[in-house]
């Protein structure tokens, strides 16, 4: 049977390894959402996770999951701790990386309204109007800016609405409020599995010292025959 110990970390290191799945999924699906047309339902989301950085979950979820696979000599080798030491310094720094994302992406979070204005000064005629739509306002700071279509079809219409400055910065926030924190909750989990890494490493040291003391004691008692 598995002792504690080493079921939680199994059971750690499997979700550990997760997090990289979800990680490449997520970078996969949001990239392959460049290629799509954007829809009402999700041209803001989108617009959100392209900001982030990309290219550094997508290596560090490559990082977890050459993490994870340094762990499965581990535990192969019962009685190895080479592996399992490689393993906890890994995690280590998987955590830290994951946490610097986590920090950028709640740092963009302080400077919303202007970060949005310049992704809004960069969208096409189409996201402009798709955005208006979701979120029933017209123009970005003021009626003055807005696109003319079936959310703004005139001027006076646009005039009687709010700017997209407000409804577009509180979906932002509270979106990319729950991505940091979810970043967060990995690193959790990273220092859950650092923790357990690190009592298998005890458990394991404690084994081998005991088997040299029974082997020192068989040793003894060998010798105390021959006597």
Not at 52 to 58: F, N, R, V
Not at 85 to 95: E, I, T, Y
Not at 151 to 158: K, L, N
Request: proline share 3%.
């Amino acid at each position: 049977m598995l002792d504690k110990v080493l079921l939680a970390f199994l059971v750690a290191d499997a979700l550990f390894a997760g997090t990289g799945g979800l990680l490449i999924g997520i970078v996969f699906a949001t990239k392959s959402a460049r290629t799509h047309a954007p829809t009402t339902a999700d041209v803001a989301s989108n617009l959100l996770l392209v900001r982030t950085p990309l290219d550094g979950a997508l290596f560090n979820a490559g990082l977890v999951l050459f993490t994870f696979a340094v762990s499965l000599p581990a535990l192969i080798v019962p009685s190895n701790r080479t592996w399992l030491k490689l393993h906890g310094w890994l995690v280590a720094a998987c955590a830290v990386v994951t946490l610097a994302i986590g920090l950028d992406i709640w740092y963009s979070t302080l400077q919303t309204r202007s970060n949005l204005a310049v992704l809004w000064s960069r969208q096409t005629e189409n996201n402009r109007s798709l955005i208006q739509q979701k979120f029933g306002c017209c123009g970005y700071y003021n009626s003055q800016t807005a696109l003319i279509d079936a959310t703004c079809p005139s001027a006076e219409v646009a005039s009687e609405k709010l700017a997209c400055v407000g409804p577009f910065s509180n979906y932002a926030n509270a979106f990319l409020d729950l991505v940091f924190t979810a970043m967060f909750g990995i690193v959790a989990l990273d220092a859950i599995l650092l923790l357990c890494t690190a009592m298998v490493l005890k458990r394991r040291a404690e084994m081998e010292r005991y088997r040299h003391i029974d082997d020192k004691n068989r040793y003894d008692s060998l010798q105390s025959a021959r006597l």
